[in-house]
């Protein structure tokens, strides 16, 4: 059973600061693995999708890198800004399901 | 090209009561998907459906919740005689297939935020 852990659980940056939110996973054999924002109440923002053949996905500031042997993906945000303040969550795909397993999620925080 | 629509947004219920949810998906996405988000915890699967056939239903509960996609119409995820342990967010999800030679990107909704009385 795919388990998908996020480090970490909640993060407060000053405004400006470099940061990276951590996802790993127990099974390598992913589809893909994506990652999204979630604001409070709101649904979920689709930020970047790494198929498994890919290394990493850059989009603005915004770059998510995979590594399928370990079992980790990271996301990393360039200069931080008050409107990144979301809770980032990680989801990947099996190779043999359907579904996205979504980790915890990290709540990030980035002070004016 | 509008995105994933999900209603109603906020839905209150009591107890014992029939709570249904509605998800049309992206333009041209036969494929749906529905989760559960309880308070304070991750997104769970409940069921995958492509019009008129449920795929995968292994994170459904077994009583009292149903899910259908119609020929015609939005996808409904139904829950008969809530409880007040149903109260959370239940967002749904769209993607293109054949999974094949697509991204399997999925896109999601803003979700339906349950209150259960």
């Known amino acids: 059973k795919q388990e998908v852990t996020q480090i970490p659980a909640a993060l407060s940056v000053p405004e400006g600061e470099n940061l990276v939110l951590n996802c790993s996973f127990t099974d390598s054999a992913i589809y893909n693995l994506q990652w999204f924002r979630q604001d409070p109440g709101k649904g979920l923002t689709s930020l970047l999708l790494i198929q498994s053949s890919q290394r990493e996905q850059t989009s603005g500031r915004l770059n998510a890198s995979l590594d399928k042997s370990s079992g980790r993906s990271t996301l990393y945000i360039a200069a931080s800004q008050p409107g990144d303040s979301a809770t980032y969550l990680c989801?990947?795909?099996?190779?043999?399901?359907?579904?996205?397993?979504f980790g915890g999620g990290t709540r990030l925080m980035v002070k004016p | 090209n509008a995105g994933v629509m999900q209603n109603p947004r906020h839905l209150v219920r009591r107890r014992g009561q029939e709570a249904r949810l509605r998800c049309s998906p992206m333009k041209g996405h036969s494929h749906v998907y529905w989760y559960r988000q309880l308070p304070e915890e991750g997104l769970k699967f409940m069921v995958y459906l492509q019009k008129e056939n449920i795929i995968d239903e292994s994170g459904m509960p077994k009583e009292r919740f149903s899910a259908e996609f119609p020929k015609e119409g939005p996808s409904i995820l139904r829950i008969q005689q809530v409880v007040r342990g149903d109260s959370a967010a239940y967002f749904c999800?769209?993607?293109?297939?054949?999974?094949?030679?697509?991204?399997?990107?999925?896109?999601f909704g803003e979700g339906s935020r349950l209150t259960v009385l």
């Open positions: 999800a769209s993607s293109l297939l054949p999974r094949t030679g697509n991204t399997g990107e999925l896109f």
């Open positions: 989801a990947v795909i099996n190779n043999a399901g359907n579904m996205l397993t």
